[in-house]
């Protein structure tokens, strides 16, 4: 059974950081594509952050760039995000997604991604 398992949140101050992680298990994920969303209270699902299979290609929604940062390491089949300067506007549960495919169109596109974690809440006081 493939499971994406998120851990890290947590509750913060504004101006703090966390560092979210997400260990796959089940299948390997090292030639697939990987990210983050978010969804607030309310709100639509987001997308936050992608990763490329090696790393070598990142994609950011335009609120969180030059604050969050995502890795990953397949050699432990974890895909990381480090989230620095927090705001109460990130306040979220924060979802861990994984491709089958080899190749992801759109990389902010739910519908794009095969698997999904069961989210790990962050939640950032002002």
């Known amino acids: 059974q493939v499971q994406l398992l998120e851990s890290g949140g947590g509750l913060v101050q504004a101006g703090d950081s966390l560092r979210l992680s997400c260990v796959a298990s089940g299948r390997t994920f090292n030639s697939n594509t990987m990210g983050w969303f978010r969804q607030a209270p309310g709100k639509v699902r987001e997308f936050v952050a992608g990763?490329?299979?090696?790393?070598?290609?990142?994609e950011y929604v335009d609120s969180v760039k030059g604050r969050f940062t995502i890795s990953r390491d397949n050699a432990k089949d974890t895909v990381y995000l480090q989230m620095n300067s927090l705001k109460p506007d990130d306040t979220a549960v924060y979802y861990c997604v994984a491709a089958a495919r080899y190749y992801v169109t759109d990389w902010s596109q739910w519908s794009a991604y095969d698997y999904w974690g069961q989210g790990t809440q962050v939640t950032v006081s002002s």
């Open positions: 990763i490329s299979w090696d790393g070598a290609r990142t």
